[in-house]
């Protein structure tokens, strides 16, 4: 699922930035049992890819794409916000067929 995500972020400690980051959310998915035909799946861990990155506006240079890319906090940030989105998508989703089926 490709999202955006936008925040504020301190690259010097002293000036906040705004950031907007389009990246590729995979939700993670549980192990898998051994069936007939296989031992079973590992389960697979929630990713995340940066696909671009713009600093207020203005498209990130290598070492700031780098320096976000080192940052755990905004790693936890998106991916609680990729978990949001498929929750808030599921939602809906799942309203949309109560509705159907109460017409």
């Not at 051994?34 to 240079?61: F, H, K, M, N, Q």
């Not at 906090?73 to 989703?93: Q, T, W």
Request: net charge negative; charged share 30%.
């Amino acid at each position: 699922m490709k999202l955006t995500y936008k925040c504020t972020h301190s690259f010097d400690g002293e000036n906040d930035v705004e950031l907007s980051i389009v990246y590729v959310y995979t939700p993670p998915s549980p192990a898998r049992g051994p069936r007939y035909d296989s031992g079973g799946e590992p389960p697979e861990y929630t990713e995340i890819e940066l696909i671009s990155l713009l600093i207020d506006g203005v498209p990130a240079t290598m070492e700031q794409l780098c320096q976000v890319d080192e940052c755990e906090r905004l790693y936890e940030e998106m991916e609680n916000h990729g978990a949001d989105c498929v929750a808030d998508e599921r939602a809906a989703a799942a309203e949309y067929r109560a509705e159907m089926r109460r017409e």
